[in-house]
């Protein structure tokens, strides 16, 4: 890895475009982490809100500690036991959601990855000067999403995956040394992303785990009373069960 930077690097300073190319890897850097930081702060609590009318940002809070562990870790299986004790434990989420849920969204569920993928392919493709069509860019966009979901929960996962993205337009795969130097930062907020994009999904989810758990029962019994009323039964909202916490606190 060492060999690719520097080579690549070396050839942009003999061309004497060694400063200048820093500089856009820069503001790759910024764009990469302004999109994240969108995604998580505006596009994730506003879902959540849209199906819980949970406070998103306090759910942040009492997940912070998976948050952390992801960005320590950059890996989104590392941090899975972590997830799902304080899912369960400071986010009131019901067990059986979390156990469902939240290992499947560690193995397919990287929003973030996929975000750092289309946003580093656009990259390469300005910094070699093709303009990319819109066809082309929505190519990259649907293959950085199913390139993530093959992505393993590991650390710079993405590296790898993003091989994918620019063959799929055509760029040239070697471009990819430029942005290595700084992956190894931005890895770490795009885990984050994804444990709590993980973690907004099981929120989301976990409502309709009791209605099915009444219909599953009822069935085996067999009565047809005992099925209507389970069918017709609304789930719980999450933001009824945190009213309902806070007064048996008070």
């Known amino acids: 890895i060492f060999c690719l930077v520097a080579g690549r690097f070396g050839l942009e300073n003999i061309s004497g475009r060694f400063w200048s190319t820093m500089q856009l890897v820069g503001w790759y850097s910024v764009t990469v982490l302004l999109g994240l930081a969108a995604?998580?702060?505006?596009?994730?609590?506003?879902?959540?809100?849209?199906?819980?009318?949970?406070?998103?940002?306090?759910?942040?809070?009492?997940?912070?500690?998976?948050l952390l562990t992801a960005f320590s870790t950059a890996s989104s299986s590392a941090t899975l036991p972590v997830t799902m004790e304080c899912a369960v434990d400071r986010a009131k989420i019901s067990r059986k959601a979390t156990d469902f849920v939240l290992p499947l969204g560690a193995t397919i569920n990287m929003d973030g990855t996929a975000l750092y993928e289309a946003v580093a392919a656009i990259f390469i493709a300005q910094f070699l000067g093709f303009d990319l069509s819109l066809g082309q860019q929505a190519i990259v966009a649907m293959t950085a999403t199913l390139a993530a979901i093959g992505a393993a929960g590991i650390p710079e996962a993405g590296l790898v995956t993003m091989l994918i993205v620019l063959n799929a337009v055509g760029l040239p795969v070697q471009y990819q040394a430029l942005i290595i130097p700084v992956d190894w930062l931005l890895d770490r907020f795009r885990t984050a992303v994804n444990v709590f994009g993980d973690t907004c999904v099981t929120a989301i989810v976990d409502p309709i785990f009791p209605q099915e758990m009444l219909i599953a029962q009822a069935n085996e019994s067999g009565d047809p009373n005992q099925i209507a009323a389970a069918t017709a039964a609304p789930a719980i909202p999450i933001a009824a069960s945190e009213q309902n916490d806070m007064k048996g606190q008070a």
């Open 39 to 66: 995604h998580a702060l505006v596009t994730l609590p506003l879902l959540m809100w849209f199906f819980t009318r949970r406070n998103p940002y306090r759910f942040i809070y009492q997940m912070s500690q998976a």
